[in-house]
Structures are given as structure tokens and as C-alpha cells.
């Protein structure tokens, strides 16, 4: 069974594991960052902690935009840092049996941060793979512009 977070970005119906949610909040200002790749939006300061602020719309080759306050951020961990994703909704948690998620690799040669698709009655749901959201050259990226913002797990 997968307990995930159910979220939508301009239509596409993403899901992220509930283990690594540590919660959701309102859109807050966000400070751009300089030399970034356009997937990674800025930086916030939540309860101290400075995160990356990640656009999945970007991710999903949809047309990035500014985020607006009806957005949420969803915070969530990587083996490497704590993220904010910019989430257009927040659909709340869904149980998955194991079976109904279709390892996208079967489908695919490679899903990059799709890690599996669930069939949904009123479409497609996909499962990210948090450790492999962000690719090696925008973790690097990332690295060498913000050091060691967020915790890592």
C-alpha cells in the first residue's frame, strides 16, 4: 500500500509520497535566485530554514508562470535537501495499492522523477520520485548557488 499527497500543477495530477511530506502552506514571497535553471523558482525562509522553491510546471514541460497566492507550497524531503513545490491544488491523501501503480519503466525506457502511474476513473496520476526530481545538473546548480540550504534527510 502507498500513502500518497495528491497535487495538481496546471492539470497534471502529480502524487508524492506521504513520508516525505512534512506539510503544506499558503504561498509565501519568494526571493529569486541568480544562475539557476528556470526549474527552480528561488528561495524561502521557512521557520528558518532557507528552501528551494521548485516549479514542477517545468518539470512537465508546461509554461512556467509567477507563482500567485492561491498557490501552496508543498514541503518535502530529498535525500539531499528539503524542497517547497509549487502546487496550482492539493487533492489529500490517497491510498494506493501496490498493484494499481504501474512502475513507469515497464512503459518507458526511463520516466526521469515519474516513478509509477496510477489509473485514475478521471485519469492519469503520477507518482514522483523525490530523489530524482531535481537532475544532477540542477542539484549542482543548486549547490553551488544556495551551499546547503534545507536540511538534508
Same mark, same amino acid.
Given at each position: 500500500m502507498k500513502r500518497l499527497l495528491a497535487i495538481e500543477v496546471e492539470g497534471v495530477r502529480i502524487a508524492v509520497h506521504l513520508d516525505t511530506v512534512e506539510r503544506v502552506v499558503r504561498m &509565501?514571497? &519568494?526571493? #529569486?535566485? /541568480?544562475?539557476? /535553471? #528556470?526549474i527552480i523558482r528561488g528561495l524561502i525562509n521557512d521557520r528558518g530554514r532557507l528552501l528551494p522553491v521548485v516549479d514542477p510546471r517545468v518539470r512537465f514541460g508546461l509554461t512556467a508562470r509567477e507563482p500567485r497566492l492561491d498557490d501552496r507550497l508543498v514541503i518535502v524531503r530529498t535525500p539531499e535537501r528539503c524542497l517547497a513545490l509549487v502546487a496550482s491544488e492539493v487533492h489529500g491523501v490517497l491510498e494506493v495499492e501496490d498493484a494499481e501503480a504501474v512502475p513507469v519503466t515497464s512503459i518507458l525506457p526511463s520516466g526521469g522523477s515519474v516513478e509509477a502511474v496510477v489509473r485514475l476513473p478521471d485519469g492519469l496520476l503520477l507518482i514522483q520520485d523525490m530523489g530524482r526530481f531535481l537532475s544532477l545538473e540542477e542539484e549542482m546548480a543548486l549547490r553551488s548557488v544556495a551551499g546547503s540550504t534545507g536540511e538534508p534527510r
Open positions: &509565501v514571497a &519568494v526571493t #529569486p535566485l /541568480p544562475s539557476v /535553471p #528556470p
